[in-house]
């Protein structure tokens, strides 16, 4: 099955910074490759993704890069703000399923 | 458009209980995917459900079953429940036009926590 590891665990960044989460996996066949952030109480939400045949995909502060060679892809968090404090997960897709990472927790200190 | 509506919210259980906990879908959505998430073992897929049927099946033990009716609404249940069932149980639906829910873009619902002593 697929290994993923999701790094760092946590990260603390000042308002305005950038954040970067890093998720490598094992499985050359996976070819989906989002990202979820979860707020507490909530569930998942799904906040950007990339397919194999794209390198990088950006939406508004949020891209995402993929690495197919090295197996890893990283979401980067552009003027970070307070409201982006929550757990991002990586979850890339192999074997008919989604695979999640073990999670980010993201604290944007005004 | 409503979002996915999972039901109950909380749950306590005794050991050796069995338990049913409800998902409805987004409308017009016609897959449901169940996924298991713990502090230890993180976020797990369960299975996935689409036109009633059970597409695809993660690892766990026959206990958890689950089954979808003709409305897109799905159940899940889990038999002889042990104190590692503790969990938060989320329920996502797709449009199901992929041949996998996993390939589509999946919308979740809050949770039922399920807590068994």
């Known amino acids: 099955g697929e290994n993923v590891e999701q790094h760092p665990s946590t990260l603390s960044v000042q308002e305005g910074d950038s954040a970067v989460i890093k998720c490598t996996y094992s499985d050359s066949a996976s070819n989906y490759f989002p990202w979820y952030k979860q707020e507490l109480g909530k569930g998942p939400q799904l906040i950007i993704d990339i397919r194999s045949n794209v390198g990088e995909k950006k939406d508004q502060r949020i891209a995402v890069t993929l690495n197919k060679t090295a197996k890893h892809f990283s979401l980067h968090i552009t003027e970070t703000q307070p409201e982006d404090s929550a757990v991002y997960f990586c979850a890339p897709y192999a074997g008919n399923m989604l695979t999640f990472g073990g999670g980010t927790r993201l604290m944007v200190k005004p | ?117």
């Open chain 2, 1 to 117: 458009k409503a979002g996915v509506t999972q039901t109950p919210r909380y749950l306590i259980k005794t050991r050796g209980q069995q338990v049913t906990l409800s998902c409805s879908p987004i409308s017009g959505h016609r897959s449901v995917s169940w996924y298991q998430q713990t502090p230890g073992q993180g976020l797990q897929f369960l299975f996935e459900y689409f036109s009633e049927t059970q597409r695809n099946k993660g690892n766990f033990p026959g206990r958890f079953s689950g089954r979808q009716f003709s409305n897109s609404r799905s159940e899940m249940n889990v038999s002889t429940l042990e104190l590692g069932d503790s969990a938060l149980y989320l329920c996502a639906s797709s449009l199901g036009i992929a041949e996998v829910a996993a390939k589509e873009t999946q919308y979740f619902g809050p949770g039922t926590r399920l807590l068994v002593l």
